[in-house]
Structure formats: structure tokens, C-alpha cells
């Protein structure tokens, strides 16, 4: 069975940057897109971005322009990386391939101001 393990969360001031990191235990990225999603307190689990597997992206309205998103398939890993990060980033990033159905366990981000 494959699973996915996120890491590179952090504890970050405003206006940082940290990037996130996703392994597959498997060799599913040639066959998968690929999703981020984020968990805040109190919330519920909200789409960040998306690759496909032709490389094409897509992000949610809060996160453009300053996350990236990309995949090295023969590593079998995918990146988040996140710029000018704002307090209203700190959530639980998790990734996802919703082919799958597969979740990773999370990684916390955590941004003061």
C-alpha cells in the first residue's frame, strides 16, 4: 500500500517562506495528480493547489501569487513552496492524491505575526 508522508512545517514569522515536502512510498506520481490541502483550527479542510500530471496548476485565491507548487516524479515527491506566509496561513498542510484517495498525515505551519 502506498502512503504519503509530508514534512518541512515549521514556526515562521510573517513575510517568510517555508516549502513542504511530499514523499509517496510508491511510484504513483507518473500515474497521479497531486493536491495540497490545509486544515486550520476550527475550520474545515480547504483546497491550496493542484498539479496535474501534464504540470498544470491551479491555486485557491488566498495562496496566489505567493505559493508554488511542483513535482519530481523520479523522487516520487512533490513541493509546496510558500512565500510572504501571513498568520492566516497557519494550518495543518496535508497532500493528497485524490485518484487515491490518500492522505498524508499533515505537517503543522505555523505563522506569527
Known amino acids: 500500500q502506498v502512503h504519503l508522508a509530508e514534512s518541512g512545517g515549521d514556526s515562521v514569522q510573517a513575510g517568510g517562506s517555508l516549502r513542504l515536502s511530499c514523499v509517496a512510498s510508491g511510484d504513483i506520481f507518473e500515474v497521479y495528480g497531486m493536491r495540497w490541502y490545509r486544515q486550520a483550527p476550527g475550520k474545515q479542510r480547504e483546497f491550496v493547489a493542484q498539479i496535474t500530471l501534464r504540470g498544470v496548476e491551479e491555486f485557491a485565491e488566498p495562496v496566489k501569487g505567493r505559493f508554488a507548487i511542483s513535482r519530481d516524479d523520479a523522487k516520487n515527491t512533490m513541493y509546496l513552496q510558500m512565500n510572504s506566509l501571513k498568520p492566516e496561513d497557519t494550518a495543518v498542510y496535508y497532500c493528497?492524491?485524490?485518484?487515491?484517495?490518500?492522505w498524508g498525515q499533515g505537517a503543522q505551519v505555523t505563522v506569527s505575526s
Open positions: 493528497n492524491v485524490p485518484g487515491l484517495g490518500l
